[in-house]
C-alpha cells in the first residue's frame, strides 16, 4: 500500500512530502523503507533518529515533537490506527472450506455452509457449526454445542457438550470452555463432587486466549458477555457473569458467582473472590485481590483491594517501615541506657 493510501483509510493527510510504497511495519529500530511504524509514546523519540522507517504513525500529542521532515500520519490512537491497517498489510489466506477426511463428525452434528473442519477434530451428536466457521484440528466440540458463524476455533480447542458460542468469536489453542465448575460438598468427611449441570454461553465478538478456562453454571450459567477480550492463561469460575466490551488480562481468576460489569478492565494475576460484584467501567489494577464488591467507575488496586489513591499511600508506609523499625530500636537502646545510668 502507498503511505497515502494508509492515510486515507484512516481518514488523514499524509505529512513529509513522499509516498512510499508500505509492505509491513516493524518496531523503529528493525523498520526498514518500506515498513511503518510506530511514535506512540515520549520514550520512543529518542529511538526514531536513527531509524530507517518508511512511514511513521504518530500520537497526536507527540505531533510537535516527532521528525516532520519524513513521511508521517498523525492519529489520536496509534494502536486503533494499527487495527485498521494491519490487516490489510497482512491479509489472512481465505480458509478452503471443507471437512477433512480425518475429523469425526456425528451424522446427527448440522453444518453449515462453507464450514472447515480440521484434521482430527471431532463434532458431536446434535452440535450445529454455522456458516463460514473453522475448526481447527484436534478440536472438539461436544454433543450440544451451538456454533455461531464466522467462529475460528484454533487447534486444540475443547468445547464441552451444551455450550453455546456466539458470531465473529475467536477462541485460541488450549481454550476449555464448558468444563465443569470446582463444585464439591462435605459428605461424611470427605469433599463429594455437586454435579455441575448448568451451561457457558459465550457472546458475539468474543476472543479468548491461549489455555483458557471456563466452567459451566453448576445449576445456571456463566456468561460471557459481547466483545468481551479475554487473554491467556485466565480462569473463570461457575455461574460468573462478564459484561460486554470487558478486557481479562493474561492469568486473572474469578471465582464462583462473581458479576462483571460492562466495560471493566481487571489487569494481569487479579485474582477476584467468589460472589462479587464489579460495577460497570471499573478497573483493577494487577496483582490485585478482590474481596469486595468494586463500585462503578472506581479504579482499584493492591492487595487487598481498595481505592487506587488509598492503595499507593499504604503502599507507601510500607516501604517507610524499615526504617521506622531502624528508628524504634535507636530509641529503644537509648532508653536502655538512660535506664542503666540512672
Not at 459428605?187 to 459465550?202: A, R, S, T
Not at 471499573?282 to 489513591?309: K, L, N
Request: one cysteine or more; proline letters at 6%; glycine letters at 14%.
Amino acid at each position: 500500500m502507498k503511505a497515502s493510501t494508509i492515510a486515507r483509510r484512516l481518514d488523514v493527510e499524509l505529512e513529509g512530502g513522499a509516498d512510499p510504497e508500505i509492505t509491513g511495519a516493524a518496531p523503529l529500530e528493525h523498520a526498514g523503507p518500506h515498513q511503518l511504524s510506530i511514535v506512540a509514546r515520549e520514550r520512543y523519540l529518542p529511538y526514531v533518529e536513527a531509524s530507517r522507517a518508511g512511514l511513521l504513525l504518530v500520537a497526536s500529542d507527540l505531533r510537535d515533537r516527532a521528525p516532520r521532515d519524513r513521511p508521517r500520519i498523525v492519529v489520536e490512537d496509534v494502536h486503533a490506527a494499527l487495527a485498521v491497517v494491519l490487516p490489510e498489510l497482512y491479509p489472512e489466506a481465505p480458509p478452503e472450506p471443507g471437512i477433512h477426511d480425518t475429523a469425526v463428525v456425528d451424522d446427527a452434528a448440522v453444518i453449515g455452509d462453507d464450514v472447515t473442519v480440521g484434521p482430527g477434530a471431532v463434532i458431536g451428536a446434535g452440535a450445529s457449526i454455522g456458516d463460514r466457521s473453522r475448526v481447527g484440528a484436534l478440536t472438539v466440540v461436544g454433543n450440544g454445542c451451538e456454533v455461531g458463524a464466522d467462529v475460528l476455533l484454533h487447534p486444540h480447542v475443547t468445547v464441552y457438550a451444551r455450550t453455546r458460542i456466539g458470531a465473529h468469536t475467536v477462541v485460541h489453542s488450549g481454550a476449555r470452555l464448558g468444563a465443569d465448575g470446582f463444585g464439591f460438598a462435605e459428605v461424611e468427611g470427605v469433599p463429594k463432587k455437586v454435579p455441575q449441570v448448568g451451561d457457558c454461553v459465550i457472546g458475539e465478538h468474543v476472543e479468548i486466549g491461549a489455555n483458557v478456562t471456563i466452567d459451566r453454571g453448576s445449576i445456571g450459567t456463566t456468561r460471557i458477555g459481547d466483545h468481551v477480550k479475554i487473554d491467556n492463561l485466565v480462569q473463570i469460575g461457575h455461574n460468573t457473569v462478564i459484561g460486554p466490551g470487558s478486557i481479562v488480562v493474561a492469568q486473572v481468576g474469578v471465582a464462583g458467582s462473581t458479576t462483571v460489569g460492562k466495560g471493566v478492565t481487571l489487569g494481569g494475576q487479579v485474582g477476584i473472590n467468589g460472589h462479587v460484584e464489579i460495577g460497570d467501567g471499573a478497573t483493577v489494577g494487577a496483582q490485585a485481590g478482590v474481596f469486595g464488591d468494586i463500585p462503578a467507575g472506581e479504579t482499584w488496586s493492591g492487595y487487598p483491594a481498595r481505592p487506587h489513591r488509598e492503595a499507593l499511600r499504604a503502599q507507601a508506609g510500607l516501604f517507610k517501615l524499615p526504617e521506622l523499625l531502624k528508628r524504634l530500636r535507636r530509641i529503644e537502646r537509648a532508653l536502655e541506657r538512660d535506664e542503666t545510668e540512672g
